[in-house]
Protein backbone atom coordinates (compact mmCIF):
# COMPACT_ATOMS: atom_id res chain seq x y z
CA UNK A 1 0.00 0.00 0.00
CA UNK A 2 1.31 3.85 -0.54
CA UNK A 3 0.29 7.03 0.62
CA UNK A 4 -0.57 9.84 -1.68
CA UNK A 5 2.93 10.76 -2.35
CA UNK A 6 2.87 8.63 -5.14
CA UNK A 7 3.25 9.78 -9.17
CA UNK A 8 -0.26 10.77 -10.17
CA UNK A 9 0.40 10.82 -13.93
CA UNK A 10 0.65 7.55 -15.54
CA UNK A 11 4.07 6.88 -17.79
CA UNK A 12 5.37 3.76 -18.79
CA UNK A 13 8.95 3.80 -18.41
CA UNK A 14 10.93 2.96 -21.08
CA UNK A 15 11.48 -0.75 -22.20
CA UNK A 16 15.11 -2.15 -21.18
CA UNK A 17 16.90 -4.03 -24.36
CA UNK A 18 15.94 -7.20 -22.15
CA UNK A 19 12.52 -6.38 -21.53
CA UNK A 20 12.31 -4.97 -25.91
CA UNK A 21 13.89 -8.31 -26.72
CA UNK A 22 11.07 -10.34 -24.55
CA UNK A 23 8.46 -8.05 -26.46
CA UNK A 24 9.51 -8.80 -29.73
CA UNK A 25 9.53 -12.52 -28.75
CA UNK A 26 6.43 -12.67 -27.43
CA UNK A 27 5.19 -11.12 -31.28
CA UNK A 28 6.57 -13.74 -32.84
CA UNK A 29 5.20 -16.42 -30.00
CA UNK A 30 1.67 -14.79 -30.53
CA UNK A 31 1.62 -14.36 -34.68
CA UNK A 32 -1.63 -16.39 -35.00
CA UNK A 33 -3.46 -14.45 -32.16
CA UNK A 34 -5.20 -11.24 -34.28
CA UNK A 35 -5.22 -7.92 -32.75
CA UNK A 36 -2.21 -7.96 -31.07
CA UNK A 37 -0.34 -4.79 -30.99
CA UNK A 38 3.12 -4.25 -28.79
CA UNK A 39 1.33 -1.24 -26.76
CA UNK A 40 -1.33 -4.00 -25.97
CA UNK A 41 1.46 -6.99 -25.16
CA UNK A 42 3.65 -5.15 -23.26
CA UNK A 43 0.71 -4.77 -20.25
CA UNK A 44 0.94 -8.62 -20.74
CA UNK A 45 4.56 -8.59 -20.33
CA UNK A 46 4.18 -6.15 -17.79
CA UNK A 47 1.85 -8.30 -15.61
CA UNK A 48 4.22 -10.98 -15.70
CA UNK A 49 7.25 -9.60 -15.13
CA UNK A 50 8.54 -9.70 -18.38
CA UNK A 51 8.41 -13.56 -18.64
CA UNK A 52 7.88 -14.35 -21.75
CA UNK A 53 6.54 -17.87 -21.41
CA UNK A 54 4.04 -16.61 -18.62
CA UNK A 55 2.62 -13.95 -20.40
CA UNK A 56 2.00 -15.85 -23.52
CA UNK A 57 -0.09 -18.32 -21.55
CA UNK A 58 -1.99 -15.59 -19.51
CA UNK A 59 -3.05 -14.12 -23.22
CA UNK A 60 -3.99 -17.24 -24.08
CA UNK A 61 -5.78 -18.21 -21.01
CA UNK A 62 -7.68 -15.09 -21.19
CA UNK A 63 -8.71 -14.98 -25.13
CA UNK A 64 -10.07 -18.36 -24.55
CA UNK A 65 -12.26 -17.74 -21.34
CA UNK A 66 -13.69 -14.52 -23.07
CA UNK A 67 -14.51 -16.63 -25.99
CA UNK A 68 -16.13 -18.85 -23.61
CA UNK A 69 -17.93 -16.07 -22.14
CA UNK A 70 -18.83 -14.34 -25.49
CA UNK A 71 -17.21 -11.32 -24.23
CA UNK A 72 -17.20 -9.58 -27.56
CA UNK A 73 -21.20 -9.49 -27.35
CA UNK A 74 -21.87 -8.71 -23.88
CA UNK A 75 -21.94 -4.80 -24.41
CA UNK A 76 -25.20 -5.32 -27.05
CA UNK A 77 -26.63 -8.36 -25.20
CA UNK A 78 -26.09 -9.13 -22.08
CA UNK A 79 -28.25 -7.50 -19.06
CA UNK A 80 -27.22 -7.74 -15.18
CA UNK A 81 -30.04 -9.41 -13.26
CA UNK A 82 -32.46 -7.32 -11.33
CA UNK A 83 -31.10 -7.84 -8.15
CA UNK A 84 -27.31 -7.09 -9.25
CA UNK A 85 -28.56 -4.02 -11.20
CA UNK A 86 -30.40 -2.59 -7.92
CA UNK A 87 -27.95 -3.61 -5.20
CA UNK A 88 -24.81 -4.27 -6.72
CA UNK A 89 -23.09 -0.95 -5.09
CA UNK A 90 -21.34 1.63 -7.45
CA UNK A 91 -20.47 3.10 -10.97
CA UNK A 92 -18.81 5.10 -13.12
CA UNK A 93 -18.65 8.44 -12.24
CA UNK A 94 -16.52 10.91 -14.61
CA UNK A 95 -13.28 10.54 -15.12
CA UNK A 96 -9.62 11.96 -13.65
CA UNK A 97 -7.05 14.01 -14.37
CA UNK A 98 -5.27 12.24 -16.59
CA UNK A 99 -8.71 11.46 -19.03
CA UNK A 100 -9.60 7.75 -17.55
CA UNK A 101 -12.79 6.55 -16.24
CA UNK A 102 -13.33 6.99 -12.58
CA UNK A 103 -15.30 4.34 -10.65
CA UNK A 104 -16.72 4.65 -7.24
CA UNK A 105 -16.79 0.96 -5.32
CA UNK A 106 -19.58 1.41 -2.06
CA UNK A 107 -17.96 -1.18 -0.82
CA UNK A 108 -19.45 -0.38 3.08
CA UNK A 109 -23.11 -0.15 1.36
CA UNK A 110 -22.51 -3.94 -0.41
CA UNK A 111 -24.34 -6.85 0.55
CA UNK A 112 -22.26 -9.36 -0.81
CA UNK A 113 -23.82 -12.45 1.15
CA UNK A 114 -27.23 -11.31 0.04
CA UNK A 115 -26.07 -11.30 -3.48
CA UNK A 116 -24.23 -14.27 -3.72
CA UNK A 117 -27.58 -15.82 -2.58
CA UNK A 118 -29.23 -14.26 -4.59
CA UNK A 119 -27.83 -14.73 -8.11
CA UNK A 120 -25.63 -17.19 -9.74
CA UNK A 121 -21.70 -16.06 -9.62
CA UNK A 122 -21.51 -16.33 -13.50
CA UNK A 123 -23.74 -13.62 -13.32
CA UNK A 124 -21.52 -11.46 -10.82
CA UNK A 125 -18.18 -12.85 -13.07
CA UNK A 126 -20.07 -11.10 -16.10
CA UNK A 127 -21.08 -8.37 -14.82
CA UNK A 128 -17.71 -7.66 -13.96
CA UNK A 129 -16.63 -8.03 -17.26
CA UNK A 130 -19.18 -5.72 -18.73
CA UNK A 131 -17.88 -3.12 -16.62
CA UNK A 132 -14.62 -4.15 -17.68
CA UNK A 133 -15.45 -4.14 -21.49
CA UNK A 134 -17.49 -0.40 -20.63
CA UNK A 135 -14.07 0.95 -19.50
CA UNK A 136 -12.80 -0.17 -22.91
CA UNK A 137 -15.56 1.69 -24.51
CA UNK A 138 -15.07 4.38 -22.54
CA UNK A 139 -10.85 4.88 -23.50
CA UNK A 140 -11.55 4.64 -27.32
CA UNK A 141 -14.18 7.73 -26.90
CA UNK A 142 -11.32 9.45 -24.55
CA UNK A 143 -9.27 9.32 -27.07
CA UNK A 144 -11.04 10.41 -29.87
CA UNK A 145 -12.11 13.50 -27.28
CA UNK A 146 -8.91 14.73 -26.06
CA UNK A 147 -6.66 13.58 -29.14
CA UNK A 148 -4.53 11.01 -27.52
CA UNK A 149 -4.61 7.56 -25.55
CA UNK A 150 -6.13 7.04 -22.97
CA UNK A 151 -6.07 4.06 -20.78
CA UNK A 152 -6.36 3.52 -16.88
CA UNK A 153 -9.20 3.03 -14.25
CA UNK A 154 -9.21 4.65 -11.05
CA UNK A 155 -11.14 2.91 -8.26
CA UNK A 156 -12.03 4.91 -5.10
CA UNK A 157 -12.81 2.39 -2.69
CA UNK A 158 -15.13 3.65 0.00
CA UNK A 159 -15.06 1.79 2.88
CA UNK A 160 -17.38 4.09 4.95
CA UNK A 161 -20.03 1.45 7.27
CA UNK A 162 -17.57 -1.49 6.51
CA UNK A 163 -18.96 -3.54 9.19
CA UNK A 164 -17.73 -7.03 10.53
CA UNK A 165 -19.93 -8.60 8.11
CA UNK A 166 -17.28 -8.43 5.70
CA UNK A 167 -15.13 -10.49 7.56
CA UNK A 168 -17.48 -13.32 6.33
CA UNK A 169 -14.61 -15.22 4.75
CA UNK A 170 -16.60 -16.44 1.05
CA UNK A 171 -17.89 -12.92 0.50
CA UNK A 172 -14.25 -11.74 0.40
CA UNK A 173 -13.25 -14.85 -1.27
CA UNK A 174 -15.55 -13.76 -3.96
CA UNK A 175 -15.04 -10.06 -4.00
CA UNK A 176 -11.32 -11.19 -4.49
CA UNK A 177 -12.26 -13.32 -7.36
CA UNK A 178 -14.15 -10.80 -9.15
CA UNK A 179 -11.16 -8.34 -8.88
CA UNK A 180 -8.81 -11.32 -10.15
CA UNK A 181 -10.81 -11.11 -13.23
CA UNK A 182 -10.20 -7.85 -13.37
CA UNK A 183 -6.13 -8.70 -13.35
CA UNK A 184 -6.42 -11.97 -15.90
CA UNK A 185 -8.25 -10.20 -18.44
CA UNK A 186 -7.53 -6.64 -18.60
CA UNK A 187 -4.08 -6.31 -17.65
CA UNK A 188 -2.74 -2.94 -16.35
CA UNK A 189 -6.47 -1.63 -16.02
CA UNK A 190 -5.95 -0.90 -12.82
CA UNK A 191 -4.20 2.26 -12.43
CA UNK A 192 -4.89 3.03 -8.71
CA UNK A 193 -7.44 2.32 -6.18
CA UNK A 194 -8.12 5.33 -3.78
CA UNK A 195 -9.25 3.39 0.05
CA UNK A 196 -11.14 5.96 2.10
CA UNK A 197 -12.63 6.27 4.98
CA UNK A 198 -10.87 3.28 5.95
CA UNK A 199 -12.06 1.79 9.54
CA UNK A 200 -10.76 0.33 12.16
CA UNK A 201 -11.29 -3.24 11.21
CA UNK A 202 -9.42 -2.09 8.03
CA UNK A 203 -6.01 -4.04 8.88
CA UNK A 204 -7.76 -7.38 9.98
CA UNK A 205 -9.53 -6.99 6.84
CA UNK A 206 -6.51 -6.22 4.18
CA UNK A 207 -4.67 -9.01 6.59
CA UNK A 208 -7.01 -11.84 5.40
CA UNK A 209 -7.14 -10.44 1.78
CA UNK A 210 -3.27 -9.65 1.15
CA UNK A 211 -2.43 -13.58 0.58
CA UNK A 212 -4.87 -13.36 -2.14
CA UNK A 213 -3.94 -9.97 -3.79
CA UNK A 214 -1.44 -9.69 -6.34
CA UNK A 215 1.96 -8.05 -5.28
CA UNK A 216 1.01 -5.79 -8.86
CA UNK A 217 -2.14 -5.01 -7.39
CA UNK A 218 -0.90 -3.85 -3.51
CA UNK A 219 0.93 -1.26 -5.18
CA UNK A 220 -1.50 0.42 -6.48
CA UNK A 221 -3.34 0.89 -3.65
CA UNK A 222 -3.42 4.02 -1.48
CA UNK A 223 -5.02 4.26 1.82
CA UNK A 224 -6.37 7.41 3.95
CA UNK A 225 -8.17 6.91 7.09
CA UNK A 226 -10.81 9.60 6.32
CA UNK A 227 -12.77 11.32 3.15
CA UNK A 228 -9.07 12.85 2.06
CA UNK A 229 -10.14 16.30 -0.21
CA UNK A 230 -6.05 15.93 -0.71
CA UNK A 231 -6.40 12.39 -2.31
CA UNK A 232 -8.94 13.76 -4.36
CA UNK A 233 -6.98 17.25 -5.72
CA UNK A 234 -3.71 15.14 -6.09
CA UNK A 235 -5.14 12.12 -8.47
CA UNK A 236 -8.44 13.71 -9.70
Same mark, same amino acid.
Request: with cysteine.
Given at each position: ??D???? %??Y??? &????????????????? @???? !??????? +? *??? $?? $???????????????????????V????? +??? &????L? *???????????? !??S &?L???? =?G???? @???????K?S?? /????LL?? +???I? !??????K??? $??????T?????????????????MQ????????? /? !? %??????????????????????????PL??? /?M?Q???? @???????? =?R???
Amino acid at each position: MNDINAN %NSYNRK &PLSPKEQKALLQLQENT @KDIA !DQNSYDL +E *KWL $RA $RCFDVKKAEQMLRNSIEFKQKIRVNTLLQ +EYK &PPEVLR *KYLTGGFCGHAI !DGS &PLRVEL =FGKLDI @KGLMFSTKKSDL /EKTKLLQC +ESTIK !DWAEQSKKLG $RPVDGLTVIFDMADTGTSMLWVPGMQMYLHLVKIL /E !D %NYPEMMRRLLVINAPRIFPLLYKIARPLISD /EMKQKIHV @KGGMCCAI =FRYFL
